[in-house]
């Protein structure tokens, strides 16, 4: 059990150091933008006077290392600093599209991941049937087409008829299975596109086990070929697949913006598109600090499963 | 040997048996119509060389082909049911419940995700022979049976938690959870040390004698089988060459193939006398090296290899053996100590020593199969060395890898322009060996070379050094577990143990006492040819005295 204490910590702190360095990239890159927000702000005809009086005001006129430092202390502390386009503290502008973006990932992710395994250890059990061949083909085209399209795809033949809605404008107040009827096509065409990916993966770590002696010992002490799939492979091939599934989820929470759009959906890649729109420079440092987090954090704790479900890295001799 | 009873029907008949497998898509023979018959209580010997068929089988005897093999024609008959003609699931009732398998490598062989005791349940468990709480408590009289240390607790560990010799033992253990009337043995000692092999030996043969268990022992190594088998079958290239009873085959063999199996233990070249006087080729002095500055694996190392001389390093895995070869080249600096050669001392990484020094340290590897670059033909592996370290090219090149391929037996019009993967394993070997001498070196490293090999061609291997070390006047550092080569090639032996030289010294004087326990211990854990090495043994050392707890008890 110390073992995985002392990998967490030293992953956790990987993980910390990691996110402060990609907190400086993302300082840095949007530093290096052309154009000055003062004048921005203030427009053509705008005084040098008035130029230089707001910079002091916006605190521009402090070296980068200084704002660096506070730009990251008041982060840490929760104060993600005030939007320069809607004047409001974007804490409040982050936390419900926030929280409707991670609705979204989960409800995708529930749907998805089941889904993606269980296809991925059926294809693998009945490697080279029809089954298999066909629904490798099906993954294959839905990964190949656009988001989208896919999307749109979906509302003509499920909204258009009046199934399910093809708007998906939530508020934090609409009750959760109304929100669930809502958001059904967006984690719809989500699924669609992250599964390919996850089921291929499972598939192919499961048939790289298949071929090992333990395996065959398994088959000649007479067991199921289900449970040789379930018991003595998939633990085994858990660590590609885990990694796999975290790497779409943080796809699901970073690079959802188009499916956002297209289903009019108030997601975080939305308010990110509009900092970057509106020269918002705080929204958009902060809304790529918080992608950059959900990256690293899903990736620990991909590490981290893999390796407590791994007896080798958990017990030592 | 167990008593037979000759009068019962047989337990396992196998009828003019061909087994075809797919190789580069067309369907070559792999057995070609083998007779087989097993009664209760009888263990039989597989005899044969790698490819042979001995595993394919033992397999078949269970209605198992790997994938792309196929059962083409004959019969197999298991205590009065057609194994050809069962379907699928009631072959997967046979298996693990009335026949079992112990597989070469225990430790690929055992899920590394369980538990011991989940996979010794499993089967006893979907079978519904026994309920879990009696599975336990039977896997654990089992372990106790086997020696095997706290058999109570034994079982709850992971097999990357216990030895190899234990793994092989709880392997063995696992086979009998059902009480199979069957056990296919199929190499289940090959991949470990001497001494911890006899452990296993003798656990094997206890439970088939106490279980009257009828059992197929398939081996290579023929002193092996002598002490398993009541009968031995000796297989060539999916032909049976001849079936006799142990002693019977051991002491008349009739076939030539036979008799040349068996007349590979018997190659000795003379020792050379020892060399006094003269500057050694090379001098370890006394170094000291680790991969990590906490634990050292090579301890205080002396020894010194002398011009036309063999020495063999022995010891066990983990010994330290291809540790010191690895200072040697330069690929790990000692901690402390140094490496001469002809009297100079080389600089301790291979990086600071001169084009020079590294041509006149070259190295041979166990497997020839990965040491050679797949892609390249035999012409450029063996030119490269030629180019890089004699800056030969042209004309002169050409010439000098067709006289070294000359020098290995191996035509060079037929063999300068194929791959590596158009040879066999020998052949193979053989390039490695040109490439080695074509940097013109003093001194050759031999990795376990003919430790891949089949008898018959390590035989030639040895053969082929030796004459290429009075040719060129090269000294050889012999690495090897195998004491029959130390005894086929070597002039002096230096026995290694956990990173110490316990004892070193002329080959001669090495196999006649008195010695370090420890050489004692490794010698007499050599099978011989004799179907009552393995009673002796145990007779006179007593059977909680072998292997693992034997070689606890030196320290």
Redesign the interface.
Known sequence: MNNLLFMIVKRVALGVLTLILLSLLIFLSVEALPGDLAQEILGQQATPEAVAAIRKDLGLDLPPHIRYVNWLGGMLQGDFGTSLALKRPIIDLIAPRLQNTLFLTLYTACIAVPLAILLGMMASLFRNSYFDRISNASALSAISMPEFFVGYILIYFLALSGYFPSMANITPSTPLFEKLYACFLPALTLTLVVTAHMMRMTRAAIINILA???I?????????PS?IIF??AL??ALAPIVNVVALNLAYLITGVVIVEIVFVFPGLGQLMVDGVRFRDVPVVQASSLVFASAYVGLNLLADIISTA????LM?R? | MSKKTTTTAPLLTMLNVHIKGLSDETWVDIINGVDLDLRRGEVLGLIGESGAGKSTLGLAAMGFCRDGCKITDGSIEFDGLDLLSQSRQQLRQLRGRRIAYVAQSAAASFNPAHRLIDQFCEAPLKHDVMARTEAEIYATSLYERMNLPDPDEFGYRYPHEVSGGQLQRAMTAMALSCRPDLIIFDEPTTALDVTTQIEVLAAIRDIVKQFNTAAIYISHDLAVVAQMADTIKVLLKGDEVEQATTPKMLKSPKEDYTKSLWAVREYARAEQPPVTGQQPVIEINNVTAGYSPRQDILKNVSFAIHKRRTVAVVGESGSGKSTTARVITGLLQPRMGSVSFAGTPLPASYQDRSRDQLRHVQMIYQMADTALNPKLRIRNLIARPAAMYLGLSGRALEDRVRDLLRMIEMEPDQYIDRLPSELSGGQKQRIGIARAIAAEPGFIICDEVTSALDQLVAEGILKLLDRLQSELDLSFMFITHDLATVRAIADEVVVMKDGDVVEQGPKSEMFVPPHHPYTELLLGSVPEMDPTWLDRLLDSRGADNIGDAAIARMK
């Not at chain 1, 479900?309 to 080798?312: A, E, F, L, S």
Request: net charge positive; glycine share 4%.
């Open positions: 090992l002696p333990y065959e010992m398994a088959h000649l002490k007479g067991v199921r449970r018991r003595h633990p085994n479900t791994n007896p080798r017990r001799k």
